[in-house]
């Protein structure tokens, strides 16, 4: 389970971040190929991040040692990555540069992969 929210995080920050991922040179390209190809499957990204997040946040409340950043982050990743199927509005528009909250969702996605490399290096 830990290495589903792991997972979720990463790929979930890697969608969230591709608007500024894709400015990078020489990478780019390729990650945004991969947003591209995994994009429409991001709302089962969305549902295990808050699914494994959900259950590890319940875990460590009710059994300890206390709450970690890999469930809150995991649960907010599962939160907007399905936003658009929550509230039926799109958190911002797809395939323009990231300013506002694109900026804020896309620096957030990066803090997400890092977070789920944390986490798989991380022992339980």
Not at 27 to 55: D, T
Not at 67 to 76: P, Y
Not at 91 to 100: I, M
Request: no cysteine.
């Amino acid at each position: 389970m830990a290495l589903l929210l792991d997972l979720a995080n990463i790929l979930g920050g890697l969608l969230l971040a591709a608007a500024l991922l894709r400015q990078i040179p020489r990478v780019g390209g390729g990650i945004g190929g991969f947003a591209g190809k995994v994009g429409p499957w991001g709302w089962i990204v969305g549902v295990v991040a808050l699914v494994a997040g959900g259950y590890y946040l319940l875990v460590h409340l009710f059994d300890g040692p206390h709450v970690f950043h890999f469930e809150v982050v995991g649960i907010a990743v599962g939160v907007a990555l399905l936003w658009d199927r929550l509230t039926g509005r799109k958190p911002v528009e797809p395939g323009t540069a990231p300013f506002g909250r694109g900026l804020l969702l896309a620096i957030f996605g990066i803090i997400a992969i890092v977070v789920g490399l944390q986490g798989l290096v991380t022992p339980d």
